[in-house]
């Protein structure tokens, strides 16, 4: 008795913590909007004119990094810095200042929704440690499990790349969007009381096999979101490039963002970094089918559908190195083998007859 109150107990603080990392996300969502609405606009468009002006007399490309300084009484801060990043071959455009435009009000506002979500995901992550603790084992039994422990792990990838100084201000504001949806979805649908697995994953491999599929779901979201915003971006680029005239709205949006040439790499680096986990993933997935079911493969909708992500994946990868398939044609497999993955995860365990179907919903 004593055991399942102090159970019961643990179960409620999750609970608490998920609740509280939801309010303090869409605090994060409300800050990264301020970000983008105070940045200023007329910013964007000086710095735009500064590296215009000021491009290498060799190639016309701009080449210089704006830092620390005041020009007619402006501050241009020393974050977010404008570099050159466009990949081989691709239109020499600047990276923009990002969202806050290097305006010190939106930078604020910037660094207070990196703050938010920080502690957000703090408070996500002890909803995760005390969800363990009550059922007194990993805590992916279930789609709930599964979703809550998926946004925390996107969240910290997020993060560790801030904190490692990679340029991904802008993805925050996507980021926190997509969190507040999943989470939204897994304690008003998905949600589950505690309890026991179900005997067939009642097994060590739960922590290797579904913690890898859960790091690789997460990054390959990030690659996803990276991927979009690229193809967002090259469009924009192609038409400014071809003498066309955005609105006033795009272009304050559109000259905030990395070039599309850095969205090109982040993207294809994120992906094929994470390839080859999703590969074992798949592996640890066949040999514990061997311990729980005596066969590696039996031609399950789960294990089809990870087959069909990873050659998606695969495919994408190869056009990268193929030179006809780079750039936008290589984008669109990398969004449909995330489509693949997003149904492995959803579509399997809701709709679809399988052994692996454990979303645990009513």
């Excluded at 996107?154 to 949806?181: C, D, E, I, Q, S």
Aim: glycine share 10%.
């Amino acid at each position: 008795m004593i055991i399942a109150a102090a159970n019961e107990d643990l179960a409620n603080i999750s609970n608490t913590l998920v609740y509280s990392a939801m309010a303090v996300y869409t605090l994060a969502f409300l800050a990264h909007i301020a970000e983008w609405v105070l940045g200023s606009r007329s910013k964007v468009g000086r710095t735009a004119a500064a590296l215009t002006a000021t491009a290498s007399p060799r190639t016309g490309a701009p080449a210089v990094q704006v830092r620390g300084k005041r020009s007619a009484g402006t501050a241009v801060l020393d974050k977010p810095e404008i570099v050159t990043r466009g990949a081989a071959g691709a239109r020499d455009v600047p990276d923009g200042p990002g969202a806050a435009a290097g305006d010190e009000k939106g930078d604020l506002y910037g660094r207070i929704a990196v703050s938010l979500t920080t502690l957000a995901f703090l408070l996500e992550a002890g909803g995760v440690v005390a969800r363990a603790l009550s059922v007194q084992r990993a805590p992916w039994g279930n789609m709930y499990e599964f979703s809550l422990t998926f946004s925390t792990v996107a969240a910290g990838a997020y993060l560790a790349f801030l904190l490692a100084g990679k340029n991904v201000r802008w993805l925050g504001l996507p980021l926190v969007t997509t969190v507040l949806l999943d989470l939204g979805l897994a304690t008003t649908w998905l949600y589950t009381e505690s309890d026991q697995l179900v005997p067939a994953l009642d097994s060590y491999w739960l922590w290797i096999h579904v913690s890898t599929a859960i790091f690789c779901g997460a990054v390959f979201y990030i690659g996803a979101v990276t991927t979009l915003l690229y193809l967002l971006r090259d469009g924009y680029e192609a038409k400014v490039a071809g003498g066309g005239k955005p609105s006033a709205f795009t272009r304050s949006v559109m000259e905030r963002l990395p070039s599309a040439g850095t969205f090109d790499k982040f993207a294809y680096r994120v992906n094929a970094a994470v390839f080859p986990l999703w590969t074992f993933t798949i592996i640890a997935g066949a040999i514990w089918a061997g311990d729980a079911w005596g066969r590696y493969w039996g031609w399950d909708a789960k294990e089809v559908w990870s087959f069909i992500t990873w050659v998606a994946y695969a495919a994408y990868l190869h056009a990268r190195a193929t030179v006809g398939w780079k750039g936008r044609k290589a984008s669109y497999i990398a969004l449909i083998a995330f489509a693949c993955w997003l149904f492995n995860y959803y579509g399997v365990n809701l709709f679809v007859n399988s052994l692996h179907s454990y979303a645990g919903v009513q």
